[in-house]
């Protein structure tokens, strides 16, 4: 069975500060992975996602993750985090086949972005 | 567009009580998956649906929980008797292919339901 492992469970940063959050992932075949985020009193939405070809992938609001196949891990960074990255960040993964499938989500990691 | 949307958005049941939650998916979508989000936790997978078949139940985690698409685009996610230990948010997604490619479809998801059993 697939699961996903997500090392911080919260994370507080000053403003400025660079952020690296960790993902990795347990799963045999081939995976797509995904992180999305969910800001405080709102929906999940996709920040990023890797399919193939290129394993750092950029996102929004300046996010990027880099997949590394021999690590089975797909962590988050941002160079700089501002006080509106404050939100709660999940890592997922799903087979890739031939047909449609559920995400596994990792447990998610609270971000703080304090002045 | 509009995107997905869930009603009511937040529920409280006595102990024991049915309820029935609702999902719009964005229009034209094939795929729809429901979750269940435990507080702490990240989404965990209930069912899909593809059209009106339900396709995978294997998350439901009991013969309490019930889903249904009947006609391919709105779906109600039913608990009979429900339980202390249903309470969570319950997040319906939906993306929009079925095959071939499908595994490459990005999963939009609603704001859920927040569902509090007393």
């Known amino acids: 069975a697939q699961s996903v492992s997500q090392h911080n469970h919260h994370v507080i940063l000053s403003e400025a500060a660079s952020l690296e959050l960790g993902c990795n992932y347990s799963?045999?075949?081939?995976?797509?992975l995904f992180w999305y985020v969910q800001y405080p009193g709102q929906h999940l939405q996709l920040l990023l996602k890797?399919?193939?070809?290129?394993?750092l992938v950029k996102g929004i609001k300046g996010f990027e993750a880099e997949f590394i196949k021999s690590k089975f891990s797909f962590n988050l960074r941002k160079p700089s985090v501002q006080w509106s990255d404050t939100a709660e960040y999940f890592c997922a993964v799903k087979s890739r086949n031939s047909g449609n499938t559920p995400l596994v989500f990792g447990k998610g990691t609270r971000l703080s972005v304090i002045a | 567009g509009a995107g997905v949307s869930q009603s009511p958005r937040y529920k409280v049941a006595k102990r024991g009580q049915d309820v029935a939650l609702r999902c719009d998916p964005i229009?034209?979508?094939?795929?729809l998956f429901w979750y269940q989000q435990a507080l702490g936790q990240g989404p965990e997978f209930l069912t899909y649906?593809?059209?009106?078949?339900?396709?995978?139940k294997s998350g439901l985690p009991s013969d309490r929980f019930f889903a249904e698409r009947p006609e391919g685009s709105v779906s109600t996610l039913k608990i009979q008797r429900t339980q202390q230990e249903d309470s969570a948010v319950y997040l319906c997604?939906?993306?929009?292919?079925?095959?071939?490619?499908?595994?490459?479809?990005?999963?939009?998801f609603g704001p859920g339901t927040r569902l509090t059993v007393l």
């Open positions: 997604a939906s993306s929009p292919r079925t095959s071939g490619r499908a595994s490459t479809d990005t999963q939009y």
């Open positions: 229009s034209g979508h094939v795929s």
């Open positions: 649906f593809q059209n009106e078949a339900q396709l995978d």
């Open positions: 799963y045999g075949g081939t995976v797509n």
């Open positions: 890797y399919f193939s070809g290129d394993p």
